[in-house]
């Protein structure tokens, strides 16, 4: 049923460590055989990239990744998924998701970009620790992102870590070679409070949030979707990191939108090819 009521509230306690700590992980939030759909879909959409040989879905994890480690590091990644799947899609507007953002970051919640992330087994790999908050300064920091885990992420998978209550000393300066991260010295991933998790739970933390992840040592891929979301009231510093996608409504409305045209969506033209 469809209904403006919140239905899945953060619990008290969920609220209150968020507030204190900058994050909350909340467990099975989607069940065991939704999470195993989703993750057919993320991997069907990298096998059809890989397919298609698009670009970059297939890299090192950038090259920030070897601040972390020496060893060979491969991740399999794509933004704006829902325009792939509409799995995906109906995912992003699920009240399981969004009430609990509106439990943060308040009753409208617009979507700022999305971005899927295969760590493949023995060499997924990491990110060294860092805030989101410089890759799309807003306002009022209201940036949050759900990583949503499509399948369990224990530590050996090099699941995500977080640095509890660095969200409560604002944006820090960040070095910017292969990607915004903080020193690697300072902040070893290692040290980080690591946050394990089993397929179907939401890791929910603001962009102010000192974040990362080890290598996959493990036998299997680790899967996620991280969604990054906004109050639609809190403006963008600077125009950059605009995504397919972005603006849309997830959760409530948005008061400042106007009547202008709409973007145009990026001409598809059918690939010409050997078949004629
Ligand atoms: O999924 C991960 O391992 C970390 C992703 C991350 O830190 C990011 O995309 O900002």
Redo the contacts with the bound molecule.
Sequence with gaps: MISPDKMYPLTAHEKQHYAEHGYALVKAVFSKDEAAYFRKEVHDIAQRLLANQADDVVNQGWSSGAKVTDLPRELLHCHNVQFHSSALARLLVDPRLTDRAADILGDNVQLHHT?M?I?PPEK????PM?Q?AP?FPHENHSMI?A?IHFDD?PIEK???RVVPGSHRAGMREHLSDGGHHLPPEEFPVADAMPCPAEAGDVLFFSYLTI????LNTSQEA?T?L?VQMRDPEDLPLVETHVSRGQGHMLRGVDPLANSGPSVPSPVRLKAVTDRV
Excluded: Q
Aim: with cysteine; hydrophobic share 35%; glycine share 18%.
């Design positions: 971005k992330f760590k997924g790999a990491p990110f860092h989101d890759y992102a990583i992420a090099g699941c995500v974040h990362g992840s080890g680790r996620t991280l």
